[in-house]
């Protein structure tokens, strides 16, 4: 657990809150590791706060799904089995199939043209194998269509949701034959809403999605039979 550094007070947001999205970024990045166990007084030392936030936080994670709490044993990083993982995305398909529609119906001219212009950044990074633009545009593109729902409840719950399955969406988004797929995935959402067209967004949102799945599914099959 020696892979955390302080943390940075001076910020304007409550300390809890600080300690609490820096551990997070830790788990989803796989900083800490899953199954690793969380030791408040080791976490309160590396980040330089007191135990409270640290404890605080940890009980934040485990509403998420983040981490579990064993009786007698402490607080660890979920582990997640591969079902685990189908559930999370059977879930997100339908919440993103919802958002998809909405945004088609209430995205304005200026969120449009933002999406077009991660779209293209996207497939340049992919024509350059750049993953960590990659990643970070595949983001950009859903969260774009997230905010555009002007639903913040249905944000965040898409939002939670991506961050119990990112160490998983890594390997999907930068598979080659996956981010190929994607480019084109992106594109008949993009026009869905572009044309304002909330069923077919909502299709192809939820098909984007379902294809994440099977090839988690398909990649596990093969692991164990490796």
Same mark, same amino acid.
């Not at 509403?63 to 402490?74: C, Y």
């Not at 340049?124 to 002007?150: G, M, P, R, W, Y």
């Given at each position: 657990m020696d892979n955390l550094t302080k943390l940075n007070l001076d910020d304007y947001k409550p300390l809890r809150d600080v300690v609490f999205e820096n551990l997070r970024e830790a788990i989803v990045?796989?900083?800490?590791?899953?199954?690793?166990?969380?030791?408040?007084?080791?976490?309160?030392?590396?980040?330089?706060?007191?135990?409270?936030?640290?404890?605080?936080?940890?009980?934040?994670?485990?509403? !998420?799904?983040?981490?579990?709490?064993?009786?007698?044993?402490?607080?660890?990083?979920?582990?997640?089995?591969?079902?685990?993982?189908?559930?999370?995305?059977?879930?997100?398909?339908?919440?993103?199939?919802?958002?998809?529609?909405l945004a088609a119906e209430r995205i304005n001219s200026d969120d449009i043209k933002k999406l077009e212009k991660i779209a293209k950044d996207f497939e340049q990074s992919v024509n350059n194998s750049d993953v960590d633009i990659l990643l970070k545009k595949d983001v950009e593109f859903h969260e774009c269509i997230f905010k555009a729902t002007n639903n913040k409840k249905l944000h965040q719950l898409i939002t939670s949701l991506w961050e119990q399955v990112y160490r998983f969406r890594v390997t999907y988004?930068?598979?080659?034959?996956?981010?190929a797929n994607l480019i084109k995935e992106h594109k008949l959402i993009l026009d869905a809403i572009k044309?304002?067209?909330? !069923?077919?967004?909502?299709?192809?949102?939820? !098909?984007?999605?379902?294809?994440?799945?099977?090839?988690?599914? !398909?990649?596990?099959?093969?692991?164990?039979?490796?």
């Amino acid at each position: 657990m020696d892979n955390l550094t302080k943390l940075n007070l001076d910020d304007y947001k409550p300390l809890r809150d600080v300690v609490f999205e820096n551990l997070r970024e830790a788990i989803v990045e796989g900083k800490l590791k899953p199954g690793q166990r969380l030791m408040e007084v080791q976490l309160a030392e590396q980040l330089g706060v007191s135990r409270t936030p640290v404890r605080e936080a940890i009980r934040k994670l485990e509403l !998420e799904g983040l981490v579990i709490m064993l009786p007698r044993k402490g607080a660890y990083v979920a582990n997640m089995s591969l079902k685990d993982i189908i559930d999370v995305l059977e879930i997100r398909a339908s919440l993103e199939g919802l958002a998809a529609s909405l945004a088609a119906e209430r995205i304005n001219s200026d969120d449009i043209k933002k999406l077009e212009k991660i779209a293209k950044d996207f497939e340049q990074s992919v024509n350059n194998s750049d993953v960590d633009i990659l990643l970070k545009k595949d983001v950009e593109f859903h969260e774009c269509i997230f905010k555009a729902t002007n639903n913040k409840k249905l944000h965040q719950l898409i939002t939670s949701l991506w961050e119990q399955v990112y160490r998983f969406r890594v390997t999907y988004v930068s598979d080659f034959d996956s981010s190929a797929n994607l480019i084109k995935e992106h594109k008949l959402i993009l026009d869905a809403i572009k044309k304002g067209d909330t !069923e077919l967004a909502k299709k192809y949102a939820t !098909e984007h999605i379902e294809n994440a799945e099977q090839f988690m599914i !398909e990649r596990a099959m093969h692991n164990k039979h490796l």
